[in-house]
């Protein structure tokens, strides 16, 4: 069985940054791509960002230029590094994935994580 488990969440103020990671753990054969997303209080969950397994990279209007996504391959790992951070930031971060697992056969799967909060202050 294939596991996410975001980290590196945490309380930041305005301004500042943080960089998230998502490990993908399990018998993998190949990732597809990976995706951040985010849930404010009250809200609907969010799309944040997006890398393919070739490393092209999309981002939601409201993060690009301040946000970066990678893929470390090898450690089958995600980072989101996030810059210049504004209190409309505050949410849980979710991470998720398309991954092959198993047999490289396979068609892949769709694999979340639990999250991981982000808070900023003003």
């Known amino acids: 069985q294939v596991q996410l488990v975001e980290s590196g969440g945490g309380l930041v103020q305005a301004g500042g940054s943080l960089r998230l990671s998502c490990l993908a753990s399990?018998?993998?054969?190949?990732?597809?791509?990976m995706v951040w997303y985010r849930q404010a209080p009250g809200k609907e969950r969010e799309y944040v960002a997006r890398?393919?397994?070739?490393?092209?990279?999309n981002y939601a209007d409201s993060v690009k230029g301040r946000f970066t996504i990678s893929m470390h391959d090898a450690s089958y790992t995600s980072y989101l590094q996030m810059d210049s951070l504004k209190t409309e930031a505050t949410a849980v971060y979710y991470c998720?994935?398309?991954?092959?697992?198993?047999?490289?056969?396979?068609?892949?799967?769709?694999?979340w994580g639990r999250g991981t909060q982000v808070t900023v202050s003003s």
């Open positions: 998720n994935a398309a991954i092959v697992a198993g047999s490289p056969a396979w068609s892949p799967n769709e694999f």
């Open positions: 890398i393919f397994d070739d490393g092209a990279a």
């Open positions: 399990g018998l993998i054969s190949r990732i597809e791509n």
